[in-house]
């Protein structure tokens, strides 16, 4: 076979590997159906102002990417959990609370999709 590609090990190898590599790029990270259903909640209710500030509010919100990564929050409070869950209850600064508009569950999956973001 003339026209024929002939495959030599080290060629392969190299095909392989950059196969492996293309498919590690365009693999999203697995997460819970809980982080999926927080992901959504902070798309629709969090990131007009904590990722694009499309309101043009002059005092812009902290970015909360790598929020849990951090020792504290971006008002000092320690980063756990409960003082993540009480910034969506009570509200903070110009933060409105949501807690009539966000479920314990739905709270609940917007501290578990932080934890990834």
């Known amino acids: 076979m003339p026209n ?6 080290p060629a392969l190898i190299g095909v392989l590997a950059a196969t492996d590599l293309l498919a590690g790029c365009h693999s999203a990270p697995k997460i819970t159906p809980q982080q999926a259903e927080g992901q ?3 798309a629709v209710g969090c990131a007009h102002c904590h990722e694009e500030n499309d ?13 849990f990564s951090r020792t504290t929050l971006p008002d000092g409070a320690p980063a756990t959990d409960a ?3 009480r910034v969506l209850l009570s509200g903070k ?3 409105p609370s949501f807690a009539y508009q966000m479920t314990k569950e739905q709270m609940d999956a ?3 999709y932080l934890h990834i973001y």
């Open 4 to 9: 024929a590609m002939r495959w030599t090990t």
């Open 40 to 42: 959504h909640v902070f």
């Open 55 to 67: 309101l043009h509010l002059k005092n812009v919100p902290p970015n909360l990417h790598g929020l």
């Open 83 to 85: 003082a993540v869950r």
């Open 93 to 95: 600064g110009m933060m």
């Open 110 to 112: 917007v501290v578990a």
